[in-house]
């Protein structure tokens, strides 16, 4: 009998990395050598059933010190999925540097029943001898690491000190040299330029604009390989950054000080003090988000994909507090009013819904499933949901904001329903969280898994609309546009009918229809023809509706209540707004400028 043919199967993912982006290009490099000899391996294995799976999980230019890394979170989501059996690497450092980390990982490992194997180092992980040499080999990976970033930081300090750049791009205004930074004089005029306009006016925005209406760009530079970079117009995040940065007054930000620096300064030190102090009174603002125990902020969006900030309001002396979803531009040209809800009420029934969900066994189970847990496992963390849920309803509220971080991915607020995606990674780990401090998730394990269980609460949370989504344009002069005699009777015989019905309350269907003189089917249909969108009507008025609606079709047809579906039934266009963009600067968005005639764009 053939034992290849009974002999399981087992998926093997190889996994690469490398952490610089030098030869990356190449078509021979140091991820291709990895994966060559890990393939080689694998095929050496087959008499065990190893199988190398196709998908490439390639980490070219990133460090081991973490694992935020993009092919490893796709790997551990493959894990997670089931497709994975058995992990193959060339050197375990190649995996992570990291002992936390490392120890991570094989957590997620173990719980999967996944193999790991390097192929220059020969370990058993099944023994407690084997384990002890792999942490003993992730010690001096990870004290290798650290030796060299040590190395680097002195290195970088000591040029500080000297005065002299420690790499990286020269700053605007400057061009690098052998020699060290030289004026780039185009450059320096923009710089002096920003300086001025910004102790004029004390603001950030209007020092934006200015730039962006004289039409300044960045000079265009060569990269040692000849590539041509700059020649855009400048960004705001240059121009923040331009007014902050010490390099302007002849100085090198160092960690806690700032060192003489050897190139030449583009402005005075008085006007290098004025510009700092105006920032720092530009910095104290009334407290924000930051200092309110609101845990909502940073994780809530409205269900059209908007994202909901704190907004704090103080009136008489009392703050109020609310979420108020962003002012997109494509938001306000389709009239969609901005969500906003009291923060204090959309808090408290948040916290109650998570709680009620922690309580809950039924949904905790489902939950827990959708993280591929089950057995013995899925019933003793379901039965610690009820002191979850106690536990987190006595929970500070100055702690609540880190929590919710950790165990929700996102909440969504609608009309009628909050929907909140809860990480199921975390969830598990505050169920089985038993220490009195407070719970602190881990954002390094969060690559690693993406699954996700949401849970909606049928509550409506939404406040009052602040301004009417009615939109009613007047007509134009030069409307060429001819009424139908037909269409504006009837809806003038619709109107009649809805007052018939208003005056007359003491008359059924028919007696009302036999007034207006028509059928009681008829008057039914009139009776709808008053739910039309005030933009539709004003169409029929003016004689601009589509050629296909007559008042056959309208009075025959099934009117639907809701306007937006009225809109699409009889071929009208959605109602949209002209926004100014100027209007919009404010929050951060340049205002819409065609290229000018006196653009200066300057070339070095």
Sequence with gaps: MNMNSVRPQKRCAIYTRKSTNKRLEHDVNSLVVQREISSAYIKSQQYRGWVALPNHYDDGGHSGSGIDRPALSKMMKDIEAGKIDVVVVYKVDRLTRSLADFVRLTEIFDRRG???????????????????????????????????????????????????????????????????????????E????????????????????????????????????????????????????????????????????????????????????????????RKKRDPDSRNTDHFLAGLLWDELGRHMRLDLHWHRGKT?????????????????????????????????????????????????????????????????????????ELTPKSQLKELFAAIAYRVELGEDQIS???????????????????????????????????????????????????????????????????????VRSARRAQHLVEEHRELDLEALAKRQGCRPAQFARLIRLNYLAPDIKTAIID??????????????????????????????????RAIDPRNLFGRGMWPSAEPRRNARKITS
């Design 420 to 490: 909140i995606e809860f990480r199921v990674l975390e969830l598990r780990r505050y169920l089985e969280w038993d220490s009195e401090m407070a719970f602190r998730g881990r954002p390094a394990d969060w690559p690693c898994s993406d699954a996700r269980y949401i849970q909606n609460v049928a509550a409506r949370a939404v406040t009052a609309e602040r301004w009417p989504s009615l939109q009613i344009s007047p007509r134009r002069d030069n409307c060429k546009g001819v009424p139908d005699k037909k269409l504006i009777e009837l």
């Design 320 to 392: 109020y507090a609310t979420y108020v979803s962003s002012n997109a531009i494509w938001s306000q040209k389709e009239c969609k009013r901005q969500y906003r809800s009291t923060a204090d009420h959309l808090d408290a029934l948040v916290l109650a819904s998570t709680a009620e969900f922690l309580s809950d066994r039924r949904k905790l189970r489902k939950a827990l499933k959708s993280f591929g847990i089950f057995d013995e496992e899925l019933g003793r963390l379901g039965e610690k949901g009820s002191a979850a849920a106690k536990r987190l």
């Design 543 to 576: 004689g601009t509706q589509p050629k296909e609606l007559d008042r056959k079709v309208l009075l025959n047809s099934n009117i639907p209540t809701d306007w937006a579906v009225q809109r699409k039934l009889y071929g009208f266009p959605s109602p949209t």
């Design 190 to 281: 923009i710089v002096r330029f920003i300086f001025a306009e910004f102790l004029r006016t004390r603001r950030y925005t209007q020092v934006m604009t200015a730039v962006r209406e004289r039409g300044y760009c960045s000079s265009v530079k060569y990269s040692p390989r000849g590539k041509p970079r700059g020649g855009t117009p400048i960004s705001p995040s240059t121009v923040y950054s331009i007014v902050q940065n010490p390099m302007y007054v002849g100085e090198i930000r160092g960690h806690q000080t700032n060192y003489v620096g050897q190139h030449e300064p583009l402005i005075s030190r008085d006007t290098w003090k004025r510009a700092q102090k105006v920032c720092i009174s």
């Design 114 to 188: 996944i193999s790991l194997v390097s192929i220059s180092q020969a370990f058993d992980t099944s023994d407690s001898m084997g384990r002890m040499i792999l942490n003993v080999l992730l010690t001096f990976s990870q004290f290798e690491r650290e030796l060299i970033a040590e190395r680097v930081r002195d290195s970088i300090r000591t040029r500080k000190r000297h005065g002299k750049m420690h790499g990286g791009l020269p700053p605007f205004g400057y061009i690098a040299t052998p020699e060290g930074l030289v004026v780039d004089e185009p450059e320096a």
